[in-house]
């Protein structure tokens, strides 16, 4: 087996598209910390704390090797910090059927997420629906992050546009 050449790997993509699951296979793979991002943002009953991005760094900061999930560009400036950025372009359907599977599951079971939360049938059903939330951010990710990667250069990058090719790769590790 080869040694994985990359130290700080961030992975991005649409909402339910497999950041973590992909992250935390890699992290079994390589031995490298996994640093879920929605973890540290989702706190108690939802609640967002004001210092998000301190947390974080702090967290990077400490640590040599890291695989960090999650697309909070808008709060935290971690691509820069990468030798590798994968991001998960999966076509919508993928998506879309990745979150009502999830979401389902996740009704069914009251499978406990970040700090407790879980979600609900009123919160499937809010503005605040993660489904709701793949519909409106689906599209802008979409262009945004092609412009994001262009400004990344000099970082190693890997875009998988099906799972399979995800998975294909993960295993060749």
């Not at 990359?6 to 699951?21: E, F």
């Amino acid at each position: 087996m080869r040694a994985f050449p990359y130290k700080r790997v961030c992975v991005i993509g649409s909402s339910a598209s497999g950041k973590t699951t992909l992250s935390r296979a890699l992290a079994r793979a390589t031995g490298i910390e996994h640093i879920e991002l929605d973890a540290i943002y989702h706190g108690p009953n939802w609640t967002n704390p004001p210092d998000f991005a301190e947390r974080v760094y702090d967290m990077l900061d400490v640590r040599e090797e890291w695989i960090v999930d999650g697309n909070y560009m808008n709060f935290v400036r971690i691509l820069h910090k990468a030798d590798l950025i994968i991001w998960l372009d999966y076509p919508f359907r993928t998506v879309l059927w990745r979150v009502l599977r999830r979401t389902s599951n996740r009704l069914i079971t009251r499978e406990p997420l970040w700090n407790g939360n879980r979600e609900t049938l009123r919160l499937t059903f809010s503005k605040e629906s993660i489904i709701l939330w793949v519909f409106q951010t689906y599209w802008k990710r979409k262009k945004m992050f092609p412009r994001l990667l262009a400004t990344h250069t000099g970082i190693e990058q890997l875009i998988f546009r099906r799972p399979r090719e995800a998975r294909r790769w993960l295993q060749s590790l």
